[in-house]
């Protein structure tokens, strides 16, 4: 099955109603958005999309892990992907206008005539927005044998370094005081 159809669902012939749709990620789902910032990713997407007449309510679960680098030590770490996200879809007579306007993101507009939706782009965007900005292990496990010994002495290192040069430089900002004292007046 081609990429692109695995992720249509042909609405049209469903009832109003709830229907639900489960997919598998892994890396291989990537290729076609190019390189990302993590690999070995294993996510269960739980999709339940609940149809009315003139629009529909998407609700996206994601589940599963992705190995990213430490931003602290640069190892590999395995990051649990959770989340819940919502589309709202509605049908209207010109969604390329509608979607130009539109400034609320989870709200999004196709043609009255589409028979297909295709949800594989919010799939990818929900999974890159499941994985934290900060990606570090948890400060109790900061020199574990998951990370990297060199680069956590290092840092330590530039740290202990940093803080002597900002002691040895308030004499630098002494001088300033006198000049808070002119603004007060």
Known sequence: MNHRRAYEIAFVGLKPGIHHFDYQVDDKFFKHYGEQDFSHCTAKIKLE??????????????????????DRCGNDLTMQLWDEFRITVKLVDEPDTMNEQEEDPDVYYIS????????????????????????????????????????????????????????????????????????EE
């Not at 999309?49 to 430490?70: I, Q, R």
């Not at 202990?160 to 308030?170: H, L, R, V």
């Open 49 to 70: 999309l609940e149809k009315n007449n003139s629009f529909m309510m998407l609700k996206f679960d994601v589940d599963g892990s992705a190995d990213v680098s430490c």
């Open 112 to 183: 009255k005539t589409e028979s297909h939706i295709y949800v594989g782009d919010w799939i990818y965007e929900f999974i890159n927005l499941s994985i934290p900005m900060q990606k570090m292990c948890a400060e109790d496990e900061v020199g574990g044998p998951q990370c990297n010994k060199e680069v956590l002495e290092k840092l330590k290192q530039m740290q202990t370094e940093a803080e002597k040069e900002t002691k040895s430089n308030t004499s630098v900002w002494k001088g300033l005081e006198k000049f808070k004292n002119l603004e």
